[in-house]
């Protein structure tokens, strides 16, 4: 079968050529099939390569899957980055934000489905944590406005900015898995938990 030209003199292996040909080939059978009944090999053959060299790309499904999630967060962050500048202080941006957050990728349908659908204890784990691109982009958001809070002296002195946003990732995985909350629930959960975490109220 002859190669796509996008494919041809592509050096297969972990490495940003590879990933971005799978990942358009899988983003393509996700909408086509479905992400449940896209299988490995219905991937491979949209990249025009065998399932050996899709593995050479990704070690596993979860693997590709946690790739995805983090490639679409990262396009996110700049809408979100946006999105916490509208608000007017700290408090509104602390309770307001991570439910911003988790409404720009409920929005996303393919999103959505890709961790709904894939969801297991490596993904929750993996939306828990992220990895350091996804760290770096929370960080790059979320430093300038508690530095905000630090200087009305609201944010507790114990807590390092780090720990905050790494508190603000776990508020965030709650509120995915309670994806049924109204708008009003989610303040809530947000004022009444990670308000009182990360502040001296």
């Keep these: 079968m002859p190669r796509r030209k996008n494919t041809m003199g592509v050096s297969w292996g972990d490495n940003p050529q590879s990933r971005q040909v799978v990942r358009e080939a899988a983003i393509s059978c996700f909408r086509k099939y479905g992400v449940h009944r896209t299988s490995m090999e219905d991937i491979a053959e949209a990249a025009d390569i065998s399932r050996k060299?899709?593995?050479?790309?990704?070690?596993?499904?979860?693997?590709?899957?946690?790739?995805?999630i983090a490639y679409r967060m990262r396009e996110l962050g700049t809408n979100l980055r946006e999105k916490v500048r509208t608000f007017k202080?700290?408090?509104?941006?602390?309770?307001?934000?991570?439910?911003?957050?988790?409404?720009?990728?409920?929005?996303?349908?393919?999103?959505?489905?890709?961790?709904?659908?894939?969801?297991?204890?490596?993904?929750?784990?993996?939306?828990?944590?992220?990895?350091?691109?996804?760290?770096?982009?929370?960080?790059?958001?979320?430093?300038?406005?508690?530095?905000?809070g630090r200087e009305q002296g609201i944010v507790r002195k114990e807590l390092s900015n780090e720990r905050i946003v790494e508190i603000i990732m776990h508020m965030q995985l709650l509120l995915w898995m309670g994806d049924d909350l109204e708008p009003a629930q989610q303040r809530a959960l947000m004022r009444d938990i990670l308000w009182p975490a990360v502040t001296y109220s």
């Design 53 to 68: 060299t899709l593995y050479r790309v990704f070690e596993d499904r979860t693997g590709l899957i946690e790739h995805l």
């Design 89 to 148: 202080d700290f408090k509104e941006a602390l309770i307001d934000g991570p439910i911003a957050t988790v409404a720009l990728g409920q929005e996303d349908p393919l999103f959505a489905e890709i961790v709904l659908t894939a969801t297991n204890h490596r993904i929750e784990q993996f939306l828990l944590r992220g990895n350091p691109q996804i760290v770096e982009h929370m960080h790059e958001t979320w430093f300038p406005v508690i530095e905000k």
